[in-house]
């Protein structure tokens, strides 16, 4: 596994990432530069899914935790993954909007196929 998947609060990033990927019906991945925001804050227009703005992603996992995430450590794990190639970032007007790229879908499904063979094994 690689390290970025080491830390949790980056796998349920990704996680919410290509949740709403999926909720659309659509790729992980950013097809337009268009902008406007669904009912539940997700980027759409053109074609664009799967994306989530960075204070919407931050509430999300909130919520999952039932507990507040520091701002500077939320961004730090955004970034980390980010810089690792696995998430993209990019600007829609005045917010930062973030999307699970290929590479980063792909070591999630590896990660989830692990995760049930472990279960699943007797």
């Given amino acids: 596994m690689g ?7 980056r796998r ?10 999926r909720a659309d019906g659509g790729t992980t991945k950013a097809t337009t530069e268009a902008e406007s925001e669904d009912e539940n804050g997700r980027e759409e227009a053109g074609g664009t899914t799967g994306e989530l703005r ?4 931050k509430s999300q996992l909130e919520s999952h935790y039932d507990d507040r995430i520091e701002p500077k450590a939320f961004y730090g794990s955004l970034s980390a993954l980010v810089d690792a190639g696995f998430v993209e970032k ?8 973030y999307a699970l790229t290929a590479a980063g879908e792909r070591r999630l499904d590896d990660h989830y196929e692990w995760m049930r063979d472990c279960l699943e094994s007797p």
């Fill in 3 to 9: 390290k970025w998947l080491q830390s949790g609060r």
């Fill in 54 to 57: 960075g204070q919407r992603l």
């Fill in 12 to 21: 349920d990033l990704c996680v919410l990432l290509a949740a709403a990927g």
């Fill in 90 to 97: 990019r600007t829609a007007g005045i917010h930062d909007v």
